[in-house]
């Protein structure tokens, strides 16, 4: 059962994944046709077609490798500087900026003059780029808000779980007690596992996090009312410094890294609670800055990725993870031993951040990504407006395909990058334990 559980979860990622791309090239293709562009194609994926049907001029599709897709729209690139589509040139770069032109003209039919994607206004071009990580961006804030606001999070309660039973610091190797170890604070003062902390110091708590920064800040004697059984109980404890884990400025955890704190020395309970909508839209903001530094140290992980798929050093569940690995971890979720409906939440906030991830991704300004089309567009608009502040002749449409061996550089990067991954994710997987 479990290992049926396992591949329905990795099909259930890959419908949503597939999901995801088609919605993402929709956004393409309905602002391409509000302009009057001309888009023959629109497919879902790469490589051989598998399934395809002609409706008006557009071909729709979904082709074998579930890895991305595309919309096929006309005069991508303007012609070249004669004002046609140039010949081939015996340099390698030149060849690379031709073909991509004639690429954008292959399928040129009689009244297309009009209709081609370089002869619209650069904001309209601009829009239609934009359109596709738009479209995961609305994706990932309905399924954010769906998990967090209808299914829930698992977050920390002031309730204790259970009290320590000595001082250790968070960066030992091991959390049996050593010999001649102290009691914590928690068990001196009588903290009972099922106590509800409600007040520290005479300052009302009613989330962890309040709580956690309080002990934090705290060495020396504290006053601490719990409800225990319906009555409310004063205890009195006297923190001690420790070694804890480092939170950063969000109050999530970092992984070693420790700091000197106020230590009480029990576990909090977790429960699963729903999330107000500007909570989550806090958390939303969150997850989207840590995709963003999270990309930003992609150039810094990569010895570290190395390392995991090529000399078996551990895989930590910072580095980057793949598709595949995505996938993996999808039928980890729906195999665990948790309950339905947060198996489902969970996957839900894993289809979100992979969306959220496509829409940041594919707003980096370099070609061949959507951002780098958006970025040509926005620097024709300046040129052709300083051009017309300072009288001299309009300077026509930037062309994009000079800059195609830059995004053929890119691509290649990508591609090399994307099979390391891949090799770390089936040989050592990031796993939810």
Known sequence: MTALMWGVGIVIFVVGLLFSIAWHELGHLSTAKLFKIRVPQYMVGFGPTIWSRHRGETEYGIKAIPLGGYIRMIGMFPPGADGKVSARSTSPWRSMIEDARSAAYEELQPGDETRMFYTRKPWKRVIVMFA???????????????????????????????????????????????????????????????????????????????????????????????????????????????????RDGDGNYVRDKYTKAGFLGFSPDSQVQTLSLSESADTMVTMTKRSIEGIGDIPSKIPALWGSAFQGKERTPDQPVGMYGVARISGEIFSSDIPATQALAFFITLLAGVNLSLFLFNMLPLLPLDGGHIAGALWESVRRRLAKLTKRPDPGPFDVAKLMPVAYVVAGIFICFTALVLVADVVNPVTLS
Request: aromatic share 4%.
């Open 132 to 246: 596709g990580p738009f479209m995961n961006l609305i994706l990932a804030v309905v399924l954010f808000g769906v998990s967090l606001m209808g299914f829930g999070q698992l977050r920390a309660t002031t309730t204790v779980s259970s009290v320590g039973e000595c001082v250790v610091a968070a960066s030992a190797k091991s959390d049996v007690c050593p010999k001649g170890a102290k009691p914590p604070p928690a068990k001196t003062a009588g903290l009972l596992a099922g106590d509800r902390i409600v007040s520290f110091n005479g300052v009302k708590v009613t989330q962890w996090d309040q709580l956690s920064d309080r002990i934090r800040d705290t060495i020396g004697p504290a006053t601490i009312e719990v409800v225990r059984g319906g009555k409310t109980l004063t205890l009195h404890a006297n923190l001690v410094e420790n070694t804890v884990v480092q």
